[in-house]
């Protein structure tokens, strides 16, 4: 079988299994050889071999296509999250351990018929937006070797985007499902905190993490999410979905921006004008489009890493770290030992803050009439070579739309706008309260192929707009989107 | 105007003043006598006089006593609460300011024509379930003056229990407003955090304190809520009762007991016995009581000293205790002063546990398919010569039942549960997830009488059970007592 490119999207594969033109050992045998022609990219830190496979083959093999949700898809999974019997390292040799079990989202995955192919690499402990904190490699953006691929769900986009899977899971505690994304021609789900259990995740900031979804499209993403959202009591963060209470959209949301004083760029003016496009295309659309004050949301971002949630990375890591800070990523090394010096009353000082910028945005939230936000994924990109110069400044740059998500308590889904003038990828944020997961997702459907006609860097097709797959199982009617 | 006791009950007092038998300037004047009186107690810090009282009395003189809910209603103030151009000291005279202007709560009640007597003594900056640790002197009990009163709003209980006021305000973080309320043979509704605000209260651990209330009776509690639980955007912490969502009860609540192995009394027969007939009387009168494994409720209960949130007492006085260390109570600035050694890691373990035991306490919950539990308020009694001689162990001991009941974010009410041979009044406590605050003191109110006849010390009677004035608001149709 000769086959450049197969169209890994969800339905497309599922079309093809059942029209029995592929099978998931052929699917299977060519991503690992495509993968190993990546091997550059260091997209990989472990990628699964025949033996790993062939139990999930072969159970696949004895059962019905039909039968299972995710039969024969192959996903990649970020390795900060346990696949039973293959090594989670957390982009750090000397943590390595060989996990036991799978995480709870993994194991759900793989009861729906999903096939693990490879666990990818990932800055350091999860700490970076950047995929250039690893020992295993500066993992490369899949439209350009000298710009980074955005982190640190770095592998897991860089390999969705190469068409090396269907779907990727990712974490996302800052912005690592959502840069990535941005950086690669992908849609970012960054579910809400709590949705998806943390079950066999390494911690990184335990609080605020969350495992998230890189897809090639809103309609995949669904899908995924639909099968992985299950609350877990092992899990003590776990949430029920049904007892979250998204406001309710009406038939088209009114979308909030930040106001012009607000933005920024870095002086990118390449992603300003993506931007300024995607809202007047918005506009142009009959969207209602509302400036709405940012400022604290701005601010609210400065406290995860300026505040004392630093802390929450030390205690992930704690009894390594006292052993192996010499071994670990310099600068990751830095971040997290800085949190030695923080005292228990910065921590609560910082929980008052927090308290106070949920109220503050809130109250502007409801002020504004907006049933979503849209702002840009990132102020800007990156080379290679200027993020080695500034590793910590321009890290936190590319925070800045990003970090006050969970602190917030969102779901957030960044989408793609457009390329631009230099080929590179771009994208915007959509986010919401709590539980408003679907509904972000149908609204990223109906917008997506407003902007782009491709999904990751292989030319599969954005999909039409579709409103099945986004209803949400709950009474509370919510987005459909005109 | 010659009277020993007024009846001070809400509507008692309403129906005087209907019937023009007493007027509140008559009824403040004989309070303030009384009060004097009662000058070795140590009830008040600040009592206020006739020059203070006399805008209040003038401006209800102008208004129709029909027009507010509380008019002409006397009340006494924890002075850890502002009252407007009155020093608030938090029982430290270095630390005494005049308050500028009323807390919320205090302002709701003044605005629904309550008028405030005078503020109360505490325990020193709420750090304490005794009513000993206060420069302004132990605050005795109302039925034994050598007994403890309870605390950390030990005036408030003690003022309410000689009838010196109609209702009080304390604060409750860890068990303040429902020691002193079994104590003094009273009813403490310990409210649903954020329900009434907290701004104009000076913090003691900033993210677990409220405003609590001490009534005679389960009706009063209800009326004083009703006015007070109002969600104020100034207030961080606050919360709406409309977003809570409390299980909803059937006709005769099912309740829960601790296992007869997590039960504590401190070797106290007596108070052990109290609670053997209160769990009798109920099983008489035919409610279901089930035992639960109450060990993590307990382990919850030692998270609030030995955890990291002492740290947030220390946050509350941090710029004070630098300067005056040496001025404090020596017990309350060992215990605040403790926290500086406390690291930011240590914050977030004691927040994970906490999630954890949020977790396995809802797992039980359920799973026992109770609707509300019942403990006894405190294991035991201290006299003041035994509390001086281990004041903290004994003040800990105090807190088994109480501490952990802003961490699992229940609503609570303290309830009179008869006397002791010794004479000694002894309760329960009745607590429910948040926002059931009404249902418990519809519970409590169809439950007071079947223990005492009087409320407080003075011989007020307990009133019949009338189930108007406890309906809550919302659609979810909350409990029905039979």
Same mark, same amino acid.
């Given at each position: ?14 079309? =093809? ?7 998931? #050992? ?48 192959? !996903? ?20 390595? +351990? ?13 009861? =729906? ?13 999860? @700490? ?25 769900? %770095? ?14 899971? /990712?974490?996302? @505690? ?84 930040? *106001? ?22 918005? #506009? %142009? ?19 995860? +890493?300026?505040?004392?949630?630093? =802390? ?14 010499? *071994? ?33 945005? =809130? ?13 840009? @994924?990132?102020?800007?990109? +990156? ?17 800045? +739309? @990003?970090? !006050? ?10 989408? &793609?706008?457009? !390329?631009?003038?230099?080929?590179? &990828? ?29 999904? /990751?860097?292989?030319?599969? &097709? ?10 949400? /199982? ?9």
């Amino acid at each position: 079988m000769k086959m450049s490119e197969i169209d890994l999207r969800l339905d497309a594969l599922k079309n =093809a299994y059942q029209e029995k033109t592929l099978t998931p #050992r052929e699917v299977v045998s060519h991503l690992l050889e495509k993968a190993t022609a990546y091997k550059e990219h260091n997209i990989f830190i472990t990628l699964l071999d025949e033996s790993d496979l062939e139990p999930y083959l072969s159970k696949l093999e004895q059962s019905d296509p039909q039968s299972l949700p995710m039969w024969g898809v192959p !996903f990649v999974i970020k390795d900060n999250i346990d696949l039973a019997g293959i090594p989670t390292t957390a982009a750090c040799r000397e943590y390595t +351990y060989k996990a036991q079990q799978s995480a709870k989202v993994v194991e759900l995955l793989i009861d =729906a018929g999903a096939i693990p192919i490879g666990k990818a690499n990932m800055d350091q402990f999860a @700490t970076g937006l950047v995929g250039t904190r690893s020992p295993y490699g500066v993992c490369h953006n899949a439209f350009d070797f000298e710009m980074i691929s955005g982190g640190s769900s %770095s592998g897991s986009a860089v390999a969705l985007a190469l068409n090396l899977c269907s779907f990727s899971l /990712g974490t996302d @505690t800052a912005g690592s499902g959502r840069v990535p994304a941005a950086f690669n021609n992908l849609v970012g789900l960054k579910p809400t905190k709590g949705l998806l259990s943390s079950s066999g995740l390494i911690p990184a900031v335990r609080s605020q993490d969350v495992i998230s979804v890189f897809a090639l499209n809103a309609q995949d993403a669904a899908q995924v999410f639909d099968v992985v959202a299950q609350f877990d009591e092992a899990d003590e963060f776990s949430r029920e979905l049904s007892d979250l209470t998204p406001p309710v959209w009406n038939k088209q949301p009114v979308i909030g921006i930040p *106001d012009a004083a607000s933005l920024v760029f870095d002086g990118d003016k390449q992603a300003q004008a993506n931007f300024e496009q995607t809202v007047a295309t918005l #506009r %142009s659309e009959g969207f209602q489009l509302v400036e709405v004050p940012f400022a604290d949301w701005l601010d609210t971002a400065k406290l995860l +890493y300026g505040g004392a949630w630093v =802390a929450e990375r030390y205690v992930a890591i704690e009894d390594f770290i006292e052993q192996h800070e010499a *071994d670990m990523d310099p600068t990751v090394a830095t971040i997290i030992a800085g949190a030695r010096s923080l005292s228990a009353a910065d921590a609560y000082k910082g929980s008052y803050k927090l308290q106070q910028a949920q109220r503050k945005t =809130a109250l502007l939230w409801k002020a504004s009439g907006i049933d979503c936000m849209m702002t840009p @994924t990132t102020p800007t990109i +990156y080379s290679i070579k200027q993020l080695e110069e500034q590793p910590i400044e321009h890290n936190s740059m590319l925070g800045t +739309y @990003t970090n !006050f998500m969970n602190l917030l308590d969102y779901a957030a889904v960044a989408m &793609p706008t457009g !390329f631009r003038d230099d080929q590179l &990828p771009c994208g915007v944020t959509l986010f919401a309260p709590a539980g408003s997961d679907k509904a972000l997702l149908q609204l990223t459907d109906a917008l997506h192929g407003k902007f782009v006609s491709t999904s /990751g860097a292989k030319g599969l &097709p954005v999909p039409a707009p579709n409103s099945d797959g986004f209803a949400d /199982g709950r009474v509370i009617p919510l987005a459909v989107v005109g």
